[in-house]
């Protein structure tokens, strides 16, 4: 299993490295005005989104799901799910056809470091589900690296898994590659499964029961909207790394690279890239993310674009909060960005962005207790968020205005979406007559407040009734609790 580890390793780490092109034209975002920085306004959207969104469809992807146009193409990427599993529709003839190739590849080259055999090693005959298993030497030279292919047939679905194990691993891998192909259960695209287990292009495969270890699970998918075909959005999703460190989150390599193209050539066209929004990002349960939106200058041969990418650290060995990598780019055309101009304004990019991005959820289960938002609620606001008093509070949290220092009720304050955002109450100085009486004036004033965190404020504690105090209270002249307007006003 340490060589699968390493293989799925591997392909997580060149997986993970974004394109110089991608993280260049986010990078370069160097106006951060607080015009930019604020997030748009997306409600309502614009009529032409909102015709793009009345109808959507769920689509499963790994243990996840999220809901697109109804007219959205999917576009499945590499899949590794403890190996690598590709489902060919109706593809019977063309995974036996693959099987006869690759041994014939085999039988053809001889291994000079075991006698000069012939690479291929076993071949396998498999009757549930029908299908073989072959394998051979990685190569003429290996000495203990394998390369095991298997072929099998699910309904009229040609199915191939992959595996490059040790020689050591032959067995245990052999013997994995025959319970994938057992488990694996076809379905069609709108379809979501109720047990746990993970979803990949045309199949479904169920978790199993016995697995002594949680396997490595890799899944990239890509959306294309046909309404907007030069609108392409893709996610990765893949094991949290134990030794993650700040250089390998996506705002330190914007950071890193802003610095590098500032230094090299200050006049760079690009940048003069308009950064929309850059900062902190929450999707549910996934909480440690970092988004940078930005639109590149047009150019004599390249277009301007939306570029957005966002990444998730994720948690270590939590299958459920995973590494995670998702991007959006308009003006594509034959698979290369800027090749048009962008088909979205930036306030409708935004809104795509954001109505498609906020409905990524755990996909429920029985085995798994999730919480899940319907399709219309709105995405969290960035950490971040602007809010002068007297407009509509748009994020209930905690909200923190622009004069803390001396502010009455404390420096943050909870407030319900849809509230409106109150004027801060701040202490003056006092006179003289006021400091003999003990008393503190405030005044109010107009503020802008900052989204600075999320969540709900803790229940207030029930007060309890004080006990009868009557008698004391004659004896004292007083009454307890018996504060009057200006009493109140003394520090």
Not at 85 to 100: A, E, M, T, W, Y
Not at 216 to 224: C, M, N
Not at 311 to 339: C, H, W
Not at 481 to 489: F, I, L, M, R, V
Request: aromatic fraction near 8%; glycine fraction near 8%.
């Amino acid at each position: 299993m340490e060589m699968l580890k390493g293989t799925f390793m591997a392909a997580y780490r060149h997986l993970r490295i974004i394109s110089a092109a991608v993280a260049f034209f986010i990078a370069t975002g160097c106006d951060h005005t607080h015009k930019e920085w604020k997030a748009p306004n997306m409600t309502p959207l614009t009529p032409r989104l909102q015709a793009l969104f009345q109808k959507t469809k769920t689509v499963c992807f790994g243990r996840f799901m999220l809901d697109v146009p109804s007219s959205t193409t999917v576009a499945w990427g590499e899949t590794d799910v403890s190996l690598g599993i590709s489902i060919f529709p109706n593809g019977i003839d063309k995974v036996q056809d693959l099987s006869r190739k690759f041994i014939d590849e085999l039988k053809s080259e001889k291994a000079i470091n075991h006698g000069d055999v012939p690479l291929l090693l076993s071949i396998d005959d498999v009757a549930q589900p029908r299908g073989r298993i072959i394998v051979g030497y990685e190569d003429f030279q290996s000495i203990n690296g394998l390369k095991i292919k298997g072929y099998f047939s699910l309904n009229n679905d040609g199915v191939f898994i992959d595996a490059r194990p040790l020689r050591e691993d032959q067995d245990e891998t052999v013997a994995l590659m025959k319970s994938i192909a057992r488990r694996l259960q076809t379905r069609a695209e709108t379809d979501i499964p109720t047990e746990p287990g993970n979803c990949i292009a045309h199949a479904f495969l169920p978790d199993d029961p016995a697995a002594k270890e949680k396997p490595a699970e890799l899944i990239r998918i890509g959306f294309r909207l046909k309404e907007f075909p030069d609108t392409h959005l893709s996610i990765f999703v893949g094991p949290s790394n134990p030794n993650y460190t700040k250089s390998n989150s996506l705002e330190w390599r914007l950071d890193r690279l802003e610095k590098n193209q500032k230094a090299q050539d200050p006049n760079n066209p690009l940048l003069k890239t308009k950064m929309l929004r850059r900062g902190p990002r929450q999707i549910h349960e996934w909480l440690n993310g970092f988004e940078a939106l930005s639109h590149s200058p047009e150019q004599a041969e390249v277009h301007g674009i939306h570029d957005f990418a966002m990444d998730f650290r994720g948690v270590p060995s939590d299958p459920l909060k995973p590494y995670a990598e998702i991007q959006m780019q308009t003006g594509v055309a034959d698979n290369l960005a800027g090749a048009i101009k962008p088909s979205l304004t930036d306030e409708e990019a935004v809104a795509v962005w954001d109505k498609i991005t906020s409905t990524i959820r755990v996909r429920p289960t029985s085995g798994t207790a999730v919480k899940t938002r319907q399709a219309d609620t709105p995405p969290l606001r960035p950490l971040g968020e602007l809010a002068a008093t007297g407009r509509v509070c748009p994020q209930t949290g905690w909200w923190q205005p622009s004069e803390p220092d001396g502010t009455e009720g404390g420096a943050r304050q909870h407030f319900q979406a849809g509230q409106q955002m109150p004027h801060v109450v701040l202490a003056g100085e006092p006179s003289i007559w006021q400091k003999l009486r003990g008393e503190r004036p405030s005044y109010r004033r107009a503020t802008v407040w900052q989204l600075v965190e999320y969540g709900e404020a803790p229940p207030k504690l029930a007060q309890v009734a004080p006990k009868d105090t009557s008698s004391n209270d004659a004896r004292n002249g007083s009454a307890e609790g018996g504060h009057d307007e200006d009493s109140a006003k003394k520090g």
